[in-house]
């Protein structure tokens, strides 16, 4: 299984990114998927999560971001997305994303219920 992340850039304060996560051999609809993010010298920490489709497929935000930044996913493409907007310089920082199986809704922002993750993608937000 691998997940790839893609989508990162160098952008402007207020701009927006859409971050894409792909999967081999694993079908996101069955899976929680995450996105978390880590700064330099920070702990790695949560920013979204959609639940997979039998569980409801419901979006969850941290207070942090919601209202700026939105998953969601493309079940036909296999795909899931995080649509960052009105960047701040704070949420410069790689993005991972993660998907992990048989999660509950209590488990969904803590990273090490996420068996699979992606490598990263790096977003950089100037003022």
């Known amino acids: 299984v691998q997940l790839q992340a893609s989508g990162g850039g160098l952008v402007q304060a207020g701009d927006s990114l859409r971050l894409s996560c792909a999967a081999s051999?694993?079908?996101?609809?069955?899976?929680?998927v995450g996105w978390f993010r880590q700064a330099p010298g920070k702990e790695r920490e949560f920013v979204a999560a959609i639940r997979s489709r039998s569980s409801g497929g419901n979006p969850y935000y941290p207070d942090s971001v919601k209202g700026r930044f939105t998953i969601s996913r493309d079940n036909a493409k296999n795909m899931v997305y995080l649509q960052l907007n009105a960047l701040k310089p704070e949420d410069t920082a790689v993005y991972y994303c993660?998907?992990?199986?048989?999660?509950?809704?209590?488990?969904?922002?803590?990273?090490?219920?996420?068996?699979?993750w992606g490598q990263g993608t790096q977003v950089t937000v100037s003022s």
């Open positions: 993660a998907a992990g199986r048989n999660m509950i809704l209590s488990s969904v922002s803590y990273q090490n219920r996420y068996q699979h």
């Open positions: 051999e694993l079908t996101f609809s069955s899976y929680t």
